[in-house]
C-alpha cells in the first residue's frame, strides 16, 4: 500500500525551480578567479519542455518524399529543415512514434534502423528522446488479430524487450502503457484487436504490470510512465490499485487534447492537485490548444470528428498563443510537473488535421511560438549576463534550475543548478 503524500501546493513565482547560487570560479591554473569579468548565461532547463518529432523521421533518414501510407503522420519532408531549425530552438526533448502498427506492419520487420538513426539525429542536436508507446491498443499490429491470446502476450514482451533493449541509452524514456482505462472495453473498430483481447482476458494490471517488468528488465535505469487521457476517478483507481499491486512506477503521464477548448488554470490546477497525490513527478505528455474553431462538446471521441478543412484563423491564433502561455505558467507552477510536452510542431499533418501547431501549415511561427518562446527562452532563461567575481573568485547567479555556461578570457565552464534555494556550485573554466 502506498503511503499516503500531501501535494505540494503550486507557486506562481516558481521558487520550487528557481536557485540562488553561489558560484565559485577558478581558472585553468586552479586558483580563484578573483576581480574578473565573467560571461555566465543558461543553456538548457532542467524542466523537461518537448515536442513529438513525427515530422524529422523522414528528414533523420535522409528522405525527399512523404510516405502516403505511414501510420505516424508528420510534416511534408520539404518543410523539416526549417522546422528543425524552430524545433532545436525551444524544446529539450522530443516523442518519437513507436506504434506497432507502424514500427511492425509485417511481423518480423521491425522499423528500428530508421528510428535509431531519427533518436540519434535529436540526440546530436542535444535533444533527449522519449518513446510512445509500448502497448497501446490503437494503432497496433494487425496481425495480432489473428493470433491467440497466448501468442499475443509473448509477442507483446517480446516486442517490449527488443525496443527497450535496442534503443537504450539513446531512448531511456518511454510510455510503457498508453490508455489502458479505457484499453479492455474499447469497441471502436469492426473486429477486436489483439491488445484490447489481451487486456480484456488478463485484466489491467496484469497487462501494465507485464509492461513495466519487461521494460525494466531490458533496461534497468529506463524512465517508466503510466499515460492517459481519461482523468476521471477511473484513473486515479488504476493507478492506486497499481501501486498496491507493487508495479513500480516511476512517472505518471496526464494528457489534456484541449481541442474542445482551454482546461483553464483552475480545472488544470486540480487536475494536477489529484494526481501528484501519489507522490510521483507528473509529466504533461500530450497537450495541444487549437488556433481555429473548436471540436463541438458533444463528441465524446475526438477520433470520430472529421471536417473537410479545419484552418487556423487570425482570432484562434492570438487566442491560442494567449491559452498557451497561461497552460505552461499554470504547470510550471506545480512542483510535480516534471515535463511538459506538446503534441504537434505544425499544421501539416496535424493530428485530425486540426490547426494545434505552433507553426502553420506553410512553415511560418504562428504568435503561439513566439509566446511560447518568449517565456521559455525570455523570461525563464538567464541571456548571457556579464558578472564580476570577487577576491574569492565567487558571483552569485540566480535562475531557474538546469544547466549553465560561465566563459571568461576565452576560457569556459560548464556547471548545473539542480536544487531550488540558496545553494553553492563550482567550476573550474578550461580553454
Known sequence: MPLPHRSPSPDPQLAHRTADAVLELRGPDGAPLAGTDV????????????????????????????????AF??????????????????????TLPFYWGGFEPERGKPDTARLLRTARWFADQGVRVKGHPLVWHTVTADWLRDLPTEEVEA????????EVGAFAGVVDVWDAVNEVVIMPVFTNEERMNGITRLCRERGRIAVIRMAFEEARAANPSATLLLNDF??????????EGVLEAGVQVDALGLQSHMHQGYWGEERTLAVLERFSRYGLPIHMTESTLLSGPLMPPEVEDLNDYRVESWPSTPEGEERQADELVRHYRTLASHPSVEAITYWGLTDDGAWLGAPVGLVRADGTPKPAYDALRDLVKGEWWLAPT????????????RGLLGDYRATAGGA??????????E?????????
Open 39 to 70: 560571461v555566465v548565461e543558461q543553456t538548457r532547463h532542467a524542466l523537461s519542455l518537448g515536442n513529438i518529432g513525427f515530422d524529422f523521421v523522414g528528414h533523420a533518414n535522409g528522405e525527399t518524399e512523404a510516405d502516403p501510407d505511414s
Open 73 to 94: 503522420g508528420g510534416a511534408s519532408p520539404g518543410l523539416a529543415e526549417r522546422l528543425a531549425e524552430l524545433y532545436v530552438d525551444l524544446y529539450n526533448t522530443t
Open 155 to 162: 509477442a507483446q514482451r517480446a516486442r517490449i524487450r527488443r
Open 230 to 239: 481519461d482523468m476521471s476517478p477511473a484513473y486515479e483507481c488504476l493507478v
Open 386 to 397: 556579464t558578472l564580476r567575481t570577487d577576491e574569492q573568485g565567487r558571483v552569485r547567479v
Open 412 to 421: 569556459t565552464a560548464a556547471f548545473s543548478l539542480q536544487a531550488p534555494g
Open 423 to 431: 545553494v553553492r556550485a563550482s567550476a573550474v573554466l578550461t580553454g
